[in-house]
T-cell receptor, first 115, second 114 residues
Framework: AQSVSQHNHHVILSEAASLELGCNYS??????LFWYVQYPGQHLQLLLK??????LVKGIKGFEAEFIKSKFSFNLRKPSVQWSDTAEYFC?????????????FGGGTRVLVKP | AAGVIQSPRHLIKEKRETATLKCYPI?????VYWYQQGPGQDPQFLIS???????DKGSIPDRFSAQQFSDYHSELNMSSLELGDSALYFC?????????????FGPGTRLTVT
């Protein structure tokens, strides 16, 4: 069974600081990888996704993530955060080649950006 | 662009009551997923449907049932509600066979059981 692990449960940083959130997955086959963001009181929104090709993926709002197959990792980064990036971030995985498969989420990381 | 619609957005029920949550997928999406997100927790997969047939099942209690109708909308029926059922219930939809496998999430239904 696939599983996802996010390294940090809570991150606090100041505006303009750089952000990196760790994500590792466990699955024996090929996977599709996602990062979702959930702003307070809102639903999940897709930040970025990886299926194949260039392992460095760029998403919305200045976020990017790098897929490192050898490390089973898909870390999320943003060079300079804003107060509006305060949210909870979820890494998720589905098994590739099996459309219709469920998403397995990591435990989430709550990010608080101080103005 | 059309998004996933869920109704109601908020629901308050008492213990042992029943609840029905509805999900309307994006037009032409044939697959629907249900997820449950408890307070401070990550979303957990409950069940999914493809072309009106159950395609996968997760940690869905026996008290819950779901189905997908001919117009592709789905309903999650919850009976004998317990306090622990209080959560945000998300529906997502996708197109089976789509190259990106992306699931599009609805705004969720917040269920409070008192």
């Amino acid at each position: 069974a696939q599983s996802v692990s996010q390294h940090n449960h809570h991150v606090i940083l100041s505006e303009a600081a750089s952000l990196e959130l760790g994500c590792n997955y466990s699955y024996g086959g090929t996977v599709n990888l996602f990062w979702y963001v959930q702003y307070p009181g809102q639903h999940l929104q897709l930040l970025l996704k990886y299926f194949s090709g260039d392992p460095l993926v760029k998403g919305i709002k200045g976020f990017e993530a790098e897929f490192i197959k050898s490390k089973f990792s898909f870390n999320l980064r943003k060079p300079s955060v804003q107060w509006s990036d305060t949210a909870e971030y979820f890494c998720a995985v589905t098994s590739s080649g099996a459309a219709g498969n469920k998403l397995t989420f990591g435990g989430g990381t709550r990010v608080l950006v101080k103005p | 662009a059309a998004g996933v619609i869920q109704s109601p957005r908020h629901l308050i029920k008492e213990k042992r009551e029943t609840a029905t949550l509805k999900c309307y997928p994006i037009p032409r999406h044939d697959t629907v997923y249900w997820y449950q997100q408890g307070p401070g927790q990550d979303p957990q997969f409950l069940i999914s449907f493809y072309e009106k047939m159950q395609s996968d099942k997760g940690s869905i209690p026996d008290r819950f049932s779901a189905q997908q109708f001919s117009d592709y909308h789905s309903e999650l029926n919850m009976s004998s509600l317990e306090l622990g059922d209080s959560a945000l219930y998300f529906c997502a939809s996708s197109v089976r066979g789509a190259a990106d496998y992306e699931q599009y999430f609805g705004p969720g239904t917040r269920l409070t059981v008192t």
